[in-house]
């Protein structure tokens, strides 16, 4: 905001000095004459005035430049950068590796050679008039919202018969169940459940939850809604049985 300020006093103090030194131009040749009378301040405000059009009709004595380069001529390669969009760190009269990426951006843009190089070519395309300012980012699509899971929408009445015969052709998907406790069982990984349905079909199922549940008791009514995650083994007082394992999502107590 600074140099846009100075640059706004510079073009109002290089059009006083003009209304001062039109009429004495008009009448004499001599520059000595016509500039003597004006300040160092003023002096290097027409300087910089005049440099900026001769940048700008391809006529000023560019230099070439590239990464390590230091200086005004720098600082006005930045500054121009940064008026088309090409720039947009701190205006600093170094040529570092931000400015080399603003150049390869111009320099595609304009179809010339992507080294990064401030070149002479280079400077007097970056000055012109006709100079392509950096393109406007495409924006990104609004992410499409995330479907609210509905309890009774999403979790399907628990096919017992079929989980239990083909239980990786269910994996994965969400159930719901109802059903009383008729134990639990504490393990490393969490808390295991295991619920007696008391749907159409009766089932006995396991429910592991992931942390204990102080509202879970033996002879508790509960509604499960959940993964399929398969089969678990269990160790009856007549031997192993499989039994469909349901990773619990959310849980209704005496629903």
């Known amino acids: 905001m600074t140099r846009i300020i100075k640059k706004g006093l510079c073009w109002a103090l290089l059009l006083s000095i003009c209304l001062l030194i039109l009429p004495a131009w008009s009448e004499s ?6 500039l003597a009378g004006l300040g160092a301040e003023e002096l290097f405000a027409l300087r910089d ?9 391809g006529e000023y004595p560019f230099v ?26 701190e205006v600093n009269g170094k040529f570092q590796g931000s400015t080399v990426t ?25 000055f012109a008039e006709n100079a392509a300012p ?14 609210t899971p509905s309890l009774a929408r999403d979790y399907a009445k628990l096919d ?26 504490e393990t490393g990984e969490g808390l295991l459940a295991r619920i007696e349905t008391t749907d159409k079909t009766a089932a006995t199922v396991m429910v592991s939850f992931g942390a204990p549940n102080d509202a879970l ?28 394992l349901i990773q619990n999502e959310h849980l209704e107590i005496n629903p």
Do not use: C
Not at 76 to 88: D, K, M, N, P, V
Not at 112 to 122: P, T
Not at 136 to 144: A, D, G, I, L, Q
Not at 224 to 239: F, H, M, N, R, T
């Open 102 to 126: 603003a150049m390869k951006a111009f320099e595609k843009e304009m179809g010339l050679k992507r080294d990064g190089v401030a070149s002479i070519d280079d400077q007097k395309a970056l």
């Open 64 to 89: 070439k430049l590239s990464e390590g380069s230091k200086g005004d001529e720098v600082t006005a390669l930045q500054e121009r950068l940064a008026e088309l969009g090409y720039f947009t760190k």
């Open 217 to 244: 008791a033996e002879g508790v009514t509960v509604k499960v809604y959940g993964v399929a995650d398969g089969l678990i083994e269990y160790e009856s007082p007549s031997g192993s049985v499989s039994l469909p």
């Open 160 to 185: 017992y018969p079929n989980i239990g015969l083909m239980p990786e052709k269910y994996r994965g998907k969400r159930y719901q169940l109802t059903g009383v406790v008729l134990d639990l069982h």
């Open 134 to 147: 950096a393109p406007t980012p495409t924006p990104s699509p609004t992410p499409k919202p995330t479907r």
């Open 29 to 34: 040749p001599d520059w000595d004459d016509t």
């Open 49 to 57: 005035a005049i440099d900026a059009r001769l940048r700008r009709l």
